[in-house]
């Protein structure tokens, strides 16, 4: 399989020479997920007969980890299918400078059979299929309704850090992003309904900007000022790793990290899709809800497998799965009033991999096992045995994201009945640890 890429023109005029790649390999291997929406039609003009090598041209940012795990997980599909495939990456100042005409154009030259990008909803991605050129978008903005696109159910991923942050015992809660566009305002949603449903008493702010062609612009002074009126400790969720860095740096800015803005003792900040040379240039470095991108690539490939050999086939969008959070410094925090429940929440966190009872618990704090059940349950909404529960098998769910069997996840947790296990598990999540990791755990050949 081939690699290619691209510097863009400076010539006036979108003509173009006919482009001479230079190629080098690159296979992956990951996981497999992906979850079909109901399937619509692409008409597409008949392609080429006997085809060897699928051409496929990116559009999008590769500065950005997301771009790159998508190409990783096109990689391993012609790995795995051991076809030839030749994935071109375009920059997107072409259709920034020339137009998505400028695209087609390339596309047309280059006899592409595909093209993946992140498209304006004012582009005419119709030109690709009059040209007889599949066209799928990268979740950008919003979504199209005239061509695949490559998503999420971003509803989840929100719910899934304000489940995060309400075991950490937070009661105050923000979101921060850019509203109008698709994945950040469905985090928000799910993430403001969780925290509402979990107790109407909780505090809940949001600050999102309108929607620019420039995403990394933001507005410091107004970020600072929303950040220093939160109540705190406050638990907050960035729409993506981008959007929480700028938090990083605005919390360094404020009386040199000092004041109400320590991280992350004041503000605890949660990104989305743990890209690693973002998290880790961060100061603390950011905790992310990692995604299955990776194996979204090889959906996407096997989709437009899938059209060029039969153009008239029935299409759905590709769903990129949130997988499981990362836990870095930025949330490295209980967050509770009561310091004796933040110590035993801590103590369950570090030691969820051994077995621990109540008497454990008891043992770190100066009050009673009465007392510590009660005020635990007060402040937690649960008994001490149901959290410690439902800890263990969320560790067993990021266990078996990694790839892990059940009986080695189980092993991994002390668990020794499997049968008990597999039932807990379905009562607490709604399916079996077998059925949860066929949807998210690395495939195996």
Not at 302 to 312: C, G, S, V
Not at 408 to 422: P, Q
Request: hydrophobic letters at 40%.
């Amino acid at each position: 399989m081939a690699i290619c890429a691209f510097t863009s023109s400076h010539r006036a005029e979108p003509s173009y020479p006919a482009p001479k790649p230079r190629q080098e390999c690159l296979f992956a291997r990951n996981s497999v997920l992906g979850q079909k929406i109901p399937e619509k039609k692409l008409s597409l003009p008949s392609k080429r007969p006997n085809q060897t090598m699928a051409r496929v041209i990116f559009l999008t940012d590769f500065s950005e980890a997301y771009a790159r795990e998508l190409l990783l997980g096109m990689a391993r599909y012609a790995h795995d299918t051991a076809q030839a495939w030749s994935l071109c990456r375009l920059p997107l100042s072409i259709r920034d400078k020339f137009g998505i005409e400028a695209v087609v154009e390339w596309a047309v030259r280059m006899k592409a059979d595909a093209v993946i990008g992140q498209f304006y909803n004012t582009d005419n991605v119709g030109l690709f299929r009059e040209n007889g050129i599949i066209a799928i978008a990268q979740d950008f903005k919003k979504r199209f309704t005239t061509i695949p696109n490559i998503t999420g159910p971003h509803h989840l991923a929100g719910r899934m850090a304000a489940e995060y942050f309400l075991k950490k015992g937070f009661r105050n809660f923000a979101f921060y992003g850019t509203r109008g566009i698709d994945f950040s305002d469905e985090r928000c949603q799910g993430f403001r309904e969780t925290v509402e449903q979990a107790n109407p008493d909780f505090t809940f702010s949001s600050l999102r900007s309108g929607a620019q062609n420039d995403l990394w612009y933001y507005d410091t002074a107004q970020l600072i000022t929303w950040l220093q009126s939160l109540p705190k400790p406050v638990a907050i969720m960035a729409c993506d790793d981008n959007q929480a860095y700028h938090i990083t740096e605005a919390c360094l800015q404020i009386e040199g990290g000092g004041g109400n803005s320590r991280i992350p003792n004041d503000i605890a900040i949660l990104g989305v899709d743990n890209d690693e040379t973002i998290c880790k240039l961060s100061a603390p470095n950011l905790s992310s809800l990692s995604q299955g991108v990776e194996q979204g690539g090889y959906d996407v490939a096997r989709l437009i497998d899938r059209l060029i050999r039969n153009p008239e086939a029935e299409w759905e969008d590709v769903m990129v799965m949130p997988l499981n959070i990362i836990t870095r410094q930025s949330t490295d925090i209980y967050a509770n009033n009561d310091p004796h429940i933040a110590e035993v929440l801590r103590y369950i966190h570090e030691n969820i991999s051994q077995k621990i009872t109540v008497d454990d618990l008891v043992k770190l704090v100066p009050l009673s096992r009465r007392l510590l059940e009660t005020r635990f349950k007060k402040s937690m909404g649960t008994s001490i045995y149901d959290y410690i529960i439902q800890t263990r098998i969320e560790k067993m769910m990021q266990l078996l994201c990694e790839g892990l069997s059940v009986s080695e996840a189980a092993a991994e947790l002390g668990f020794s009945d499997i049968k008990n296990v597999s039932r807990t598990f379905r009562q607490l999540k709604g399916i079996t640890p077998s059925e949860y990791r066929e949807q998210v755990a690395p495939k195996r050949r």
